[in-house]
Every structure is written in structure tokens, then in C-alpha cells.
């Protein structure tokens, strides 16, 4: 029997070896790509919760995975301050997710990344959070975005390469489309 060798390709981060035989694993069963995620939350008091991240089940497959998330909210807010809120999380999820697909989908192109910054921005009138006026939204209206990149590929190669995180990341699709929650309340 042989055995591969093969010293990996490694670009940006990434090993385009291993991401390619993840991708062509997944076409070959498309259910190896079926993944779930779960958080288990748990009030703390005032603010503050704390989120607990059990694992992940990939196709099929638990996967092992102990994380604590905290947050809380400002002062302003009657918060401890001690970690970020909610908004904070959401907004570093959807650019932390978007940063995944730019660094993965540019080595797959073969474009080395020598920056990668993005910055996003909303607006939350606290009016409809707090119950004062039932006509103003409780959320974003909408939120800014700007992707700071640079590194060995052509400007149309950048464009395509934002192109394809744009229809590819989870959480901007998450949040660029309604996503229902089905909630069933437990009491005691």
C-alpha cells in the first residue's frame, strides 16, 4: 500500500488540499455536508447570560466542541459591561463568517490575501426594543458594510472573489434573508 506524501498547500491559513477534499467528499455525498448547530443558553442574571457551545454534528458525525460565550450589555443599558451584547455578536458573526469564505474561496483561486478587514455598521432605535413606540422597528433597518481587501489577485478577481463570499457565507445569508425560528415555550 502507499501512502500520499504530498506536503499540503497552504494559502492564506488554508490547506487547499484538505478544503478541496472536504468539497469533493461533499459532492460525492451530499450528506456528509449536512451539518447542525446548537447553542444551550442560561440567564445569569440582569444582562448576562452565558452560552454554551456542546459540539457540532457533521454528516452525521458528533463533533466535540466545548466553548462559553458571555455577554452581557453597557452600563447604559443596565448592564455590567464586563462583555459584548448581543449586537456585538451578531454583527462578529456575520463578519467573522464572511472572513472564512474570503480567506477559503481566495486560496481555492490562488490569491494570497495581504489584508482582510471588515467593518460593519447598523442602527438600532432603542424606541422599539423598550416597548415606547410600537411603529418603530426593533432592529436593523439596515446594516453597512465594507470589506477591506489586498493581496496578489486582479481587481476583477477581487470582485468575484466578494461576489461568491456574498452568496456563500451562512450568516450573510442568515441575515440577508428570513430565516424562521420556531419557539416552543417550556415553564418549570
Known amino acids: ?46 444582562t448576562r447570560s452565558d452560552h454554551h457551545v456542546d459540539g457540532v454534528e457533521i454528516g452525521g458525525n458528533p463533533i466535540d466542541r466545548k466553548f462559553l460565550i458571555q455577554i452581557d450589555e453597557p452600563f447604559e443599558l443596565t448592564g455590567t459591561n464586563e462583555h459584548p451584547n448581543p449586537q456585538e455578536y451578531l454583527l462578529a458573526a456575520l463578519n467573522a463568517c464572511m472572513m472564512v469564505g474570503y480567506a477559503a474561496v481566495a486560496a481555492l483561486m490562488g490569491i494570497r490575501l495581504t489584508k482582510l478587514e471588515v467593518r460593519t455598521t447598523g442602527d438600532i432605535d432603542l424606541r422599539g426594543f423598550l416597548g415606547i413606540d410600537a411603529q418603530v422597528p426593533n432592529g ?49
Open 140 to 188: 436593523y433597518q439596515t446594516l453597512e458594510q465594507r470589506v477591506m481587501i489586498d493581496g496578489d489577485g486582479t481587481p476583477g478577481q477581487f470582485e468575484s472573489l466578494h461576489r461568491t463570499v456574498q452568496m456563500t457565507s451562512p450568516n450573510y445569508f442568515n441575515l440577508t434573508h428570513a430565516v424562521p425560528v420556531r419557539s416552543t415555550l417550556v415553564v418549570g
Open 1 to 46: 500500500m502507499t501512502t500520499s506524501t504530498q506536503t499540503p498547500q497552504v494559502i492564506n491559513g488554508i490547506d487547499v488540499t484538505a478544503l478541496q477534499s472536504c468539497i469533493d467528499a461533499i459532492q460525492a455525498d451530499p450528506g456528509a455536508g449536512q451539518s447542525r448547530w446548537t447553542i444551550h443558553s442560561q440567564w445569569m442574571g440582569g
